[in-house]
């Protein structure tokens, strides 16, 4: 009978290895085939041990379909590092087996991709963070090309795409304000930065300059302040009220562009004061010498008199004495 037999059927190693070639391909019909060909030409001892050698090398490759089938559903629910776990468990007992290297390729690439893409992501985060929201769209994009169907990187998207369009609008009303600063319409700026929400995100930048143009408010007020007070301080200074003057700008900022027009007001308030004191004690001395009865003791301060004061009643009182 064992002249029945095909040749690659007469040792058990030649049909074990057929077998294992059938069970790789999943292929039971052809399993059974074998056993059905050989099996009438094989004594019972033989034909007992082959039986046993097929179930068992079934029942290991039940176990390790069984392993490589739960590397193929981790595929599926996105656990590559457990995939290639089981598929490289699978090949370390059946190394031809080619569903677990082809699912160890595939496994790598969706890890690699998954770690470009968590790696994005990060990025991602951090440019939507600092408010750089073009940075984010850019790498939201760039993710969506590699994973097309990431529910969260598409809800990323749409929150900085909405930010950066919040935004754009925002850098215009700025920039809206910022030309009105730059013509000196302070008020007008104002108005249109105080136009930026509290919770937006220009709020900051709105609020600086907000505090910048009511500075340049404040500073133009008080330049005009202090150009009235020069004018003021200066009509004083010609109607000879000198202590006036001094009231009005004695105090004037050290840092006013009229600081100059200051000092030369201060300084002939000063010198006009000075004046009407040394009037008043010539006047004093005119006196006591006339009351002496020396007019011509008087006469030379007089002189000094009509030099500084031309107008002073003294001067006609001097001339009833009949003074030389």
Same mark, same amino acid.
């Given at each position: 009978?064992?002249?029945? $037999?095909?040749?690659?059927? !007469?040792?058990?190693?030649?049909?074990?290895?057929?077998?294992?070639?059938?069970?790789?391909? +999943?292929? #039971?019909?052809?399993?059974?085939?074998?056993?059905?060909?050989?099996?009438? %030409?094989?004594?019972?001892?033989?034909?007992?041990?082959?039986?046993?050698?097929?179930?068992? *090398? #079934?029942?290991?490759?039940?176990?390790?379909?069984? $392993?490589?089938? =739960?590397?193929?559903?981790?595929?599926?629910?996105?656990?590559?590092?457990?995939?290639?776990?089981?598929?490289?468990?699978?090949?370390?007992? &059946?190394?031809?087996?080619?569903?677990?290297?082809?699912?160890?390729?595939?496994?790598?690439?969706?890890?690699?991709? !998954?770690?470009?893409?968590? *790696?994005?992501?990060?990025? *991602?985060?951090?440019?939507?963070?600092?408010?750089?929201?073009?940075?984010?769209?850019?790498?939201?994009?760039? &993710?969506?090309?590699?994973?097309?169907?990431?529910?969260?990187?598409?809800?990323?998207? /749409?929150?900085?795409?909405?930010?950066?369009?919040?935004?754009?609008?925002?850098?215009?009303?700025?920039?809206?304000?910022?030309?009105?600063?730059?013509?000196?319409?302070?008020?007008?700026?104002?108005? &249109?930065? =105080?136009?930026? =929400?509290?919770?937006?995100?220009?709020?900051?930048? *709105?609020?600086?300059?907000?505090?910048?143009? /009511?500075?340049?408010? !404040?500073? /133009?007020?008080?330049?005009?302040?202090?150009?009235?007070?020069?004018?003021?301080?200066?009509?004083?200074?010609?109607? %000879?009220?000198?202590?006036?003057?001094?009231?009005?700008? %004695?105090?004037?900022?050290?840092?006013?562009?009229?600081?100059?027009?200051?000092?030369?007001?201060? !300084?002939?308030?000063?010198?006009?004061?000075?004046?009407?004191?040394?009037?008043?004690?010539?006047?004093?001395?005119? /006196?006591?010498?006339?009351?002496?009865?020396?007019?011509?003791?008087?006469?030379?301060?007089?002189?000094?008199?009509?030099?500084? +004061?031309?107008?002073?009643?003294?001067?006609?009182?001097?001339?009833?004495?009949?003074?030389?």
């Amino acid at each position: 009978m064992m002249d029945s $037999i095909p040749e690659d059927f !007469r040792d058990i190693t030649r049909i074990m290895s057929k077998v294992d070639q059938a069970l790789l391909q +999943n292929d #039971v019909r052809t399993v059974i085939m074998i056993l059905q060909d050989v099996e009438r %030409g094989l004594d019972e001892e033989t034909l007992t041990v082959l039986r046993r050698s097929i179930a068992s *090398a #079934v029942e290991k490759f039940n176990r390790f379909n069984e $392993i490589y089938t =739960e590397g193929s559903k981790a595929i599926a629910m996105g656990d590559p590092d457990r995939a290639i776990t089981c598929f490289q468990t699978v090949l370390a007992q &059946i190394p031809d087996h080619a569903g677990s290297r082809i699912g160890i390729q595939t496994a790598t690439r969706i890890r690699d991709l !998954r770690e470009q893409v968590d *790696a994005l992501l990060s990025r *991602a985060r951090e440019a939507r963070n600092r408010e750089d929201f073009l940075t984010a769209q850019e790498l939201c994009k760039t &993710i969506l090309s590699l994973a097309p169907e990431d529910e969260y990187v598409k809800d990323l998207d /749409r929150d900085v795409s909405t930010r950066l369009k919040k935004q754009r609008q925002i850098m215009r009303v700025l920039r809206e304000g910022d030309q009105c600063f730059d013509e000196e319409r302070y008020e007008d700026a104002i108005l &249109i930065w =105080e136009n930026i =929400e509290s919770n937006d995100s220009g709020e900051g930048s *709105a609020m600086e300059r907000i505090e910048r143009a /009511r500075s340049r408010i !404040r500073d /133009r007020e008080n330049r005009l302040t202090e150009k009235n007070r020069i004018t003021e301080a200066q009509r004083a200074l010609d109607g %000879g009220r000198y202590q006036t003057v001094i009231d009005l700008i %004695g105090d004037f900022p050290e840092n006013s562009e009229y600081r100059i027009d200051a000092e030369l007001c201060l !300084r002939k308030a000063r010198d006009g004061i000075e004046g009407e004191r040394t009037i008043r004690d010539l006047e004093t001395q005119i /006196r006591s010498q006339l009351e002496k009865g020396d007019p011509t003791g008087a006469k030379q301060l007089i002189d000094m008199l009509i030099q500084l +004061n031309p107008q002073s009643p003294l001067i006609d009182e001097f001339k009833k004495h009949g003074a030389p």
